[in-house]
């Protein structure tokens, strides 16, 4: 039990470590961009808050609009999705890019499988290509990528 215990502390103390010395070294000749901001803890945001406040340019990245705390400091950009005529633009850009051919079925096959998502659209030619196939109602294993919706930037 013990064990546990300190294993947390010292990530704590570790966790601590990180945030000074970022907020030590940090101006307005970096940007800090913050993915998924809209899950943070209340105690990251506060944070963000005192960087903020050092003249740090930050960005902050989320799928959920969020009216508390920092999030009111910074303007709100809402980013719409892609239409699937653009999506599937992308998949032509990206097939032609890597010298691939793509028939409108592989297409709307590859397009089922990215949604809106210009990233996974991307991906989805590049593993076709590479002849990796995904079963009918299968997603691609990324968790990384997701559709961005709120963009909150410094005014």
Not at 82 to 110: G, N, V
Request: glycine fraction near 6%.
């Amino acid at each position: 039990m013990g064990n546990r215990r300190d294993r947390r502390e010292r990530k704590a103390s570790q966790g601590d470590a990180l945030k000074q010395e970022i907020a030590n070294n940090i101006n307005d000749r970096y940007l800090l961009i913050c993915d998924n901001a809209h899950r943070w803890a209340a105690s990251l945001l506060y944070w963000l808050e005192i960087v903020q406040e050092t003249g740090a340019i930050l960005v902050l990245l989320s799928i959920a609009e969020v009216k508390t705390g920092i999030f009111l400091k910074m303007s709100k950009i809402e980013l719409g999705r892609l239409s699937e005529a653009q999506i599937r633009e992308i998949m032509i850009r990206e097939a032609i890019a890597i010298d691939f051919s793509l028939t409108p079925s592989k297409i709307a096959r590859l397009q089922s499988i990215a949604g809106s998502n210009p990233m996974l659209a991307k991906q989805a030619v590049q593993e076709a290509k590479l002849g990796r196939h995904f079963p009918e109602g299968k997603e691609m294993s990324i968790s990384m990528w997701h559709p961005l919706s709120m963009l909150y930037l410094q005014p």
